[in-house]
Every structure is written in structure tokens, then in C-alpha cells.
Nanobody
Framework: QVQLVESGGGLVQPGGSLRLSCAAS????????LGWYRQAPGKQRELVAT???????TYGDSVKGRFTISTGNAKNTIDLQMNDLKPEDTAVYYC?????????????WGQGTLVIVSP
């Protein structure tokens, strides 16, 4: 019903920047919320940032002031601008979408894109 494709991951030095993008394609369901989560090896998945269709963005405490989530130029696309990256930001970053159709709601995850922050 909904497919997510992430891009923009890679290797960067501490203090550097990366920009992640997520493109969502819909079929019948309408997306009302998009966001990013991340998971480091051996750690639980955590919230990075979310943005609702008609709401304000929210951020996890660990990325406040450094990351910015925004809607892209294309429909149902979001970007995550990551600045002042730190080694602890190393993780697989997953795009997340929440969508609804009538009384049905679904949550969809992308395949993930790897971000490595290392000297």
C-alpha cells in the first residue's frame, strides 16, 4: 500500500554533515505522518525526527539543534539535514510512515540507510 525509499547515507567525519531523503509512494492509503528513526548495533531503535502533514516537526533529545526535518519538493518526500555529526550518530536510519484509509491505519518502514561517523 505504501512504499518508502531512503537515500543519502554514507561515511562522514565528526563535525560533518549529511542529508537523508525519503520518498513515499501511496496506493489507497493517505500518509499523515513521516519520520526518521535510527538503530545502532546492539541498541534499540530510537526516534530521530517526525513531521506531520499539517503539524510541526518533533525531534529526539539527542539530535535537537543539530538535525532538521523538512518536507521535500516532491509529494510525500521528507529530508533530514544532519549537521555537526558525532560518532554516536552512527546507525542505520529508517524512514517511517503512518497512513490511513477510512478506519484502517498502517505503519510502514523503509529498508534503512547506513550512516557512519568516524575519523
Amino acid at each position: 500500500q505504501v512504499q518508502l525509499v531512503e537515500s543519502g547515507g554514507g561515511l562522514v567525519q565528526p563535525g560533518g554533515s549529511l542529508r537523508l531523503s525519503c520518498a513515499a509512494s501511496e496506493s489507497s492509503f493517505s500518509i499523515y505522518n513521516l519520520g526518521w528513526y535510527r538503530q545502532a548495533p546492539g541498541k534499540q531503535r530510537e526516534l530521530v525526527a517526525t513531521i506531520a502533514a499539517h503539524g510541526n516537526p518533533t525531534y529526539g533529545d539527542s539530535v535537537k539543534g543539530r538535525f532538521t526535518i523538512s518536507t521535500g519538493n516532491a509529494k510525500n518526500t521528507i529530508d533530514l539535514q544532519m549537521n555537526d555529526l558525532k560518532p554516536e550518530d552512527t546507525a542505520v536510519y529508517y524512514c517511517n510512515a503512518q497512513a490511513r484509509r477510512a478506519t484502517s491505519e498502517i505503519e510502514v518502514w523503509g529498508q534503512g540507510t547506513l550512516v557512519i561517523v568516524s575519523p
